[in-house]
């Protein structure tokens, strides 16, 4: 499960792709309506928690995970009930298998990494199944909708080698659905960066990697399958000189995929503005298609954030990002593009005049993005520190085959509400986490659900 950000962040293949310039087309025009359908905000834990991961379980119960004065787990009932908060001292990662909770952590602090199953209550973290031996770190924890659990462990580098790393050595550990302490490893071959990790239903995904070449740096993507144990040829998706990148992929129930990046040039301060690439992989093939721009990029700062994917059950694809529209750490623009099984995107539309995208959840076939920032453009002669523009923490959904909404509000716009808003799905409907201001502006974990439908 990937990370979460409230900045989410990080080219150009020897086959040009034109990219039409059109005015981006807005979800929002300006505050969001008031007949919000989400449920009033209620507190569920402390202020301090710096967010990171967010689980929902199938009936709707969820787990937050964050940094405070130790790793956090704030446990959440269906009905928004708060939990006993406990202090995991040794947890890097959560993620969730129906109504469990999947953890990656340690029994010391350096000590070998594993996997543990405990409950979306937080009151038992379960018995620990190493997955890392001698110097190796888990890097990525993936648990797919059949019940499988995927670690992507990498080799340590030691530091006299000089290998950047974008040249690491992986090993695939994972326990089958159903045999959680019986788990089975698979070297990867040659050297790469992880950018993300997908699984489906059945044990099958794809890797999204990294190379440094002597020339510059390769996108490629690498299919999987934990039932046979087999990895598929590793194929090329871009070719570029810049060495920073990032990006995310997403796989339906019937073998399609879509895969998104973004690239800059990396150091201090960038030259190049961040460019945002994708590629689909159709159903029953096993190639992908070439590579297109979704964005050719807007000033030459940092956005910050990865572009974050999605698959809805019938294998619509969504592509969200944040953008830099302004310099010297000036304003952003939360972006999206979609695509239907025609594997084609359509035009881009800035979710908010500013602001950034934090995550994107899928239910059946509706897809969600949530966002922060601004209803009203940055305007800096008018908006200082002492003058924050108005603020909109919401979520724009988009359900089948249509485009994305207006921004549904979610938290109250307030400053303390420009943070991270967090969002995950159940059966029951979806849930957002963020941490706001309560009565009298004092600042708390805030929480609250809304149905699908």
Do not use: C
């Amino acid at each position: 499960m990937r990370s979460a950000s409230p900045h989410p962040s990080r080219r150009s293949r020897s086959v040009v792709v034109a990219f039409a310039v059109v005015p981006l087309a807005l979800a929002v025009a300006g505050p969001a309506a008031a007949d919000s359908p989400w449920s009033s905000p209620k507190t569920v834990g402390p202020s301090g928690i710096e967010l990171n991961q967010f689980v929902v379980g199938t009936h709707g119960a969820s787990l937050v995970y964050g940094y405070g004065s130790d790793s956090e787990l704030v446990p959440v009932s269906a009905a928004g009930r708060p939990g006993k908060v406990r202090r995991v001292p040794n947890v890097s990662e959560i993620s969730g298998s129906g109504d469990r909770a999947v953890y990656l952590r340690s029994a010391t602090r350096d000590g070998p990494q594993g996997v543990s199953f405990g409950d979306l209550g937080a009151r038992s973290l379960g018995a620990l199944h190493l997955v890392t031996r001698g110097k190796e770190l888990a890097e990525d924890l993936v648990v797919g909708p059949g019940g499988h659990v995927l670690v992507v462990v990498a080799a340590k580098t030691p530091p006299d080698e000089g290998i950047t790393s974008a040249n690491e050595r992986y090993r695939l550990a994972w326990s089958t659905a159903g045999h959680r302490s019986r788990w089975s490893s698979l070297p990867v071959p040659g050297r790469a960066a992880l950018l993300d990790a997908t699984l489906d239903r059945r044990g099958a995904g794809v890797l999204l990697l990294q190379h440094a070449t002597r020339t510059g740096y390769v996108v490629a993507a690498r299919t999987f399958d934990l039932r046979t144990r087999r990895l598929g040829p590793e194929r090329t998706l871009d070719h570029t000189k810049y060495d920073s990148i990032d990006g995310s992929v997403s796989v339906d129930e019937h073998g399609g995929a879509v895969l998104a990046w973004g690239i800059q040039d990396g150091g201090e301060e960038a030259d190049h503005p961040y460019v945002v690439r994708a590629a689909f992989r159709r159903r029953g093939r096993t190639t992908y298609t070439s590579a297109v721009t979704l964005d050719p990029g807007g000033t030459r700062e940092r956005p910050g954030g990865v572009p974050q994917t999605a698959m809805d059950d019938q294998g619509r694809a969504a592509v969200a990002w944040t953008q830099a529209i302004g310099e010297l750490d000036g304003p952003t623009s939360p972006r999206v593009a979609v695509a239907t099984r025609t594997d084609r995107f359509g035009p881009t539309t800035a979710l908010l005049p500013e602001g950034y995208v934090n995550l994107i959840a899928v239910h059946g076939g509706t897809t969600a993005v949530s966002v922060t920032g601004s209803a009203v453009a940055f305007d800096p002669k008018t908006n200082s520190l002492d003058a924050p523009p108005p603020t909109v923490a919401g979520v724009a959904f988009r359900r089948d085959a249509g485009p994305f909404g207006a921004i549904e509000p979610v938290a109250t716009a307030t400053p303390g509400d420009r943070g991270g808003l967090l969002i995950d799905s159940g059966t029951t409907g979806f849930r957002a986490v963020w941490e706001g201001a309560r009565a009298e502006n004092k600042p708390a974990l805030r929480w609250a659900s809304r149905p699908l439908g």
